[in-house]
């Protein structure tokens, strides 16, 4: 059980972006693990995940029941310090199709970005998800989203934290 309170995500509408900054009482390499190993993304953000190796360009889906899976790929990565993850999670975009050119199943998609900073007793961790002005409903989507973080990532403190 998280020992911190962390402030809910919050949206920036003039920069199309959510965004949240959370303690979690656990190291940095913990919270790395939490974020880059699909078998700890997926007890924590979504259900299922696959991503078969972590490096810029890879490829790989994020999976929600009663959603589906998303095509991910890996943008910006600075261990143990940055990762960046674009997802194509619009809702007109088709499920997760690997095969199709970038062009197309990205489309429609966002970035986020887990920055982590060790601190005194373990880590800060700050997301944003930015790209919200290529979706189809920027402002829906982005308070999706805003609710969607608040509640993931408090998965993750818990997730990490007990790790």
């Known amino acids: 059980m998280t020992m911190t309170i962390n402030p809910p995500a919050s949206v920036d509408d003039a920069g199309f972006a959510v965004r949240r900054t959370v303690t979690i009482a656990a190291p940095p390499e913990k919270v790395w693990a939490a974020i880059t190993e699909p078998r700890h993304l997926a007890r924590w953000f979504g259900q299922r995940a696959e991503l078969p190796e972590v490096a810029v360009g890879a490829r790989g889906t994020i999976g929600f029941d009663g959603y ?94 007990a790790l």
Request: no cysteine.
């Open 68 to 161: 589906g899976d998303y095509p991910l790929r890996v943008e910006e990565l600075d261990p143990p310090h940055v990762v960046a993850y674009r997802w194509s999670n619009d809702d007109t975009t088709a499920p997760a199709d690997l095969d199709a050119a970038d062009e197309v199943v990205f489309a429609r998609s966002t970035v986020f970005r887990f920055t982590l900073e060790p601190i005194p007793g373990g880590t800060s961790l700050t997301v944003v998800e930015t790209g919200f002005d290529a979706l189809t409903d920027p402002a829906a989507a982005m308070a999706s989203n805003r609710s969607g973080w608040t509640s993931e990532i408090d998965e993750l403190v818990a997730y990490a934290e």
